[in-house]
């Protein structure tokens, strides 16, 4: 106990010097589908990659000590995780969920598992009571903080204790401030979500996904749930984020760096009418944020005086490409009323602010001068006249 956590991205406690490894210092990939038993009734620990792999338990096990949680599972990506532990409900069941979320999320819960029989109320989580919201069949409270992408911030602390005294579970999707700033666990939830796709991994390089619990219940049914279902991590993509996690906390320092360099351009910025970060004091999720989170991280919505403007930045930044996707080491920007949140209804994504001047950015580790310099170069370059053609 008590390594700090820039160590533990690269040691786990504990760590035996394992003579299995040849001490290798990157731990291998083992590309095997299957292992001999050395007779009935015994096993080396692996009997089906399914089931687990000695590569993708080395990261499971990674990933649990950086979310201080008792036990980690990896899947093939972000919304595989999310979509296995909806198979903790049944029909009948009813979930609330924030009205701010990833718009996958949004997608698998009103496509998939409404047709499976679980309820959702999805409510501006700032504006709603969420005591008077829940049902005899309330069974979750579900919620990412900071919201993608209007970054919000939720008071965790305060959900858990609402879930507890109504015995519901806390989940939380920590995507947007990694483990390194942000433990929802300590704070009193019952599963973390990650999308490993973004900071974890890292270099929008491969796609995964992570459950965390501290509580041994529900890893034991997760545990089943992912051998029944077989979404777990290959053993080559859960070496790419082991190696992702190696430089997590130098990534994550200097990628919020970059962004509060960012942030302050944009303010000063007159074709810029809103800027959206957690680390902007006096905005209202700074407080917040600061007791419960160890920083503020690299995330940034901001909002354009019109949508062509939005549209000319997409098109003519020459370093910062449009795409979708967050947390890797390229500084992207995203248009999440076409891209991440294109399948939210259209009146629910506008009430919730994500109109088509609003552009998120995911702030890399390119030179923040750099990055500047190109938003500046592109919003300068925009026409009024020409835009409405594009
Ligand atoms: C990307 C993302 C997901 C989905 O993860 P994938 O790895 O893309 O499947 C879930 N939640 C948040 C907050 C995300 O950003």
């Not at 294109?342 to 009146?347: L, T």
């Amino acid at each position: 106990m008590g390594l700090d956590i820039e160590t533990k991205c690269l040691h786990l406690e504990n760590e035996v010097a394992d003579d299995h490894h040849y001490g290798a210092i990157s731990y291998p990939i083992y590309q095997s589908a299957t292992y001999a038993h050395p007779e009935v009734g015994q096993s080396t620990g692996f009997d089906y990659s399914r089931l687990q792999n000695p590569t993708r338990q080395q990261l499971e096990k990674v990933v649990a000590s950086l979310e201080n949680g008792l036990d980690a599972l990896a899947f093939s990506s972000g919304m595989a995780a999310i979509a296995a532990m909806m198979e903790m409900f049944k029909p009948g069941d009813h979930i609330i969920t924030d009205a701010d979320l990833y718009g996958g999320s949004i997608r698998l819960f009103d496509a998939i598992s409404a047709k499976n029989g679980i309820a959702f109320t999805r409510i501006d989580w700032g504006k709603a009571s969420i005591e008077s919201l829940i049902r005899d069949n309330t069974k979750a409270l579900y919620i990412e903080t900071p919201t993608n992408p209007m970054m919000r911030v939720i008071d965790i602390a305060k959900v858990a204790a609402l879930a507890k005294k109504h015995n519901l579970l806390l989940i939380v999707d920590n995507t947007f401030l990694s483990p390194y700033f942000q433990n929802p666990l300590d704070l009193g939830a019952d599963i973390v979500v990650h999308s490993g796709t973004k900071f974890l991994g890292g270099h929008n390089d491969t796609i995964a996904g992570f459950l965390v619990t501290n509580r041994q219940d529900i890893s034991d049914q997760l545990r089943y749930i992912i051998k029944t279902v077989g979404s777990g991590l290959a053993p080559f993509d859960s070496w790419l984020v082991l190696r992702g996690i190696k430089t997590l906390s130098v990534r994550m320092e200097r990628a919020q760096e970059n962004a509060m360099a960012i942030v302050k351009f944009l303010q000063a910025e007159p074709k810029v009418k809103n800027v959206y970060y957690p680390g902007i004091p006096g905005s209202g999720g700074y407080e917040i944020c600061k007791r419960q989170a160890r920083g503020f991280g690299s995330m940034l919505t901001f909002e354009v005086e019109s949508a062509p403007l939005a549209k000319h930045i997409l098109k003519y930044t020459k370093l910062i490409p449009f795409a979708e996707s967050l947390g890797g080491v390229e500084t992207l920007l995203t248009y999440p009323c076409t891209q991440t949140h294109a399948d939210v209804p259209e009146e629910e994504r506008i009430a919730n602010g994500i109109t088509d001047c609003v552009l998120r950015m995911s702030v890399g580790l390119e030179s923040a001068e750099d990055l500047i310099a190109d938003l500046k170069a592109a919003m300068d370059s925009y026409d009024g006249y020409k835009a409405q053609y594009i």
